[in-house]
């Protein structure tokens, strides 16, 4: 199922976010179909256990535009920041961010969890997960930054956590 998309603004990168609900029949191989044709793509696959379904009114997608922002007339930056408002205690804030070829820096408290590259010389997809715990009700910080100015593309959500015992 789609949880959120984001093209970059300038429309050289993109990230799309979708979630997988069940318990997997065993280990194997993820595969997608692209509607149409990448000069370089990567996929991550992340696994979350015992944890609630996405809320899609608790995502949100950016670029160097802003919030859901526009394919086109952007610039390349070397930092994001938002607010994923209304999050959550013990939850988790997933962010993944989309640059072409650039490492990626997660924001304080975020853990990274994969940072993948592939492609050569212009055309370098990348694409970095990393996650962050909540643990006070309201918005919570999306945020992160790049080695270099890139052109940019950020999906964050929220995933509920099973409650702690106190």
Known sequence: TPVGAQCSGRSQTGVAVWQARGQPSGDGVVTASLSSAALSAVIAVSRYVGVGEVDPLRSLSANSRGLAGACSGGGDGDAYAFALD????????????????????????????????????????????????????????????????????????????PLLAP
């Open 86 to 161: 209304g999050a959550a205690p013990d939850s988790l804030v997933v962010v993944a961010a989309a640059a072409r070829g650039q490492d990626h820096a997660p924001g304080p408290g975020y853990q990274e969890q994969v940072q993948i590259f592939t492609g050569g010389g212009g055309d370098v997809a990348g694409l970095s997960v990393a996650d962050l715990r909540v643990v006070a009700p309201g918005p919570a910080p999306v945020q992160g930054g790049f080695a270099a100015d890139v052109d940019w593309s950020v999906v964050a959500l929220e995933i509920a956590l």
